[in-house]
């Protein structure tokens, strides 16, 4: 016989149903590896598209496709929004923090306090292995889309503003973008 205390029990049962299951799906685990994928047809081919909160960089390649590639992005309250266009892109570029940047850690970039000294290309530099400059209206924003010297922070909103690649992913979109091409970060 079903009686109002067996209908809440199953009630009760059945609502612990979705936490059990849950609990044993395991989470889809972040990804960066360069992957073709599905896109909104908005988005153009030949655009960049950036998705902080996933960490997510999007080369579109065709209407609805594109090739997407984890990234690191700016700490809270440094990262960059809005359209830009790539107006620079170097291969091994110099670097210099921004002043804001040494004033913002004075003791991490110390070496560049007081001075004018660039930190030529190579191995060791923060910008990595390539740099996309961007800029809005011909003027530099002093963001880039660039590889990384810290490969870990790949997934993570860690940098002073700019979206870190891998140095192997980024070498790859470098050859793929040319100048003026048009980057959204959302």
């Known amino acids: 016989m079903f009686t109002r205390r067996t ?97 913002r850690e004075p003791i991490t970039y110390a070496r560049f306090k007081d001075n004018d000294y660039v930190q030529p290309g190579g191995g060791d530099n923060p910008l990595g292995a390539r740099a996309l400059y961007l800029f809005q209206n011909g003027i530099d ?10 490969p870990s922070t790949i997934g993570t909103a860690a940098s002073n503003g700019c979206i870190r690649m891998l140095n192997a992913h980024v070498i790859d979109l470098y050859a793929r973008v040319p100048i003026g091409t048009v980057v959204t970060v959302i």
């Open 7 to 103: 209908f809440l029990t199953a009630a009760a049962a059945t609502s612990l149903v979705p936490h059990v299951a849950s609990a044993k799906t395991k989470t889809a685990e972040y990804d960066p590896t360069p992957q073709y994928v599905r896109i909104k047809k908005e988005f153009l081919p030949g655009q960049l598209l950036v998705v902080p909160r996933s960490f997510y960089l999007y080369f579109v390649t065709e209407p609805r496709k594109a090739i997407r590639y984890g990234c690191g992005v700016g700490r809270a309250g440094l990262e960059f929004t809005g359209t830009a266009t790539i107006d620079v892109k170097k291969e091994w570029p110099t670097w210099r923090p921004t002043d804001e940047m040494i004033e």
């Open 141 to 150: 924003t002093y963001f880039r889309i660039h590889g990384t010297t810290q």
